[in-house]
């Protein structure tokens, strides 16, 4: 979806992740980055923490 409409990303992922979508995200490694169910995305002045638990909805 993001590609169709021309939305261009910027991410931080732990060492040993992948990003899949190379041109339409720009993305930089952090190492020494402890796992975490915590996922946190920004928009604008818009600020969404997800917390991902496999099984069970939280």
Known sequence: MKRE???KTQLL??????ELDRKTSNHKYLPNIAESPT???IY???I???MWKRGKKL
């Open 5 to 7: 409409k021309g939305i």
């Open 48 to 50: 969404a923490i997800i």
């Open 44 to 46: 604008g002045d818009k």
């Open 13 to 18: 992922l732990r060492k040993g992740r992948r």
């Open 39 to 41: 996922v946190t995305n």
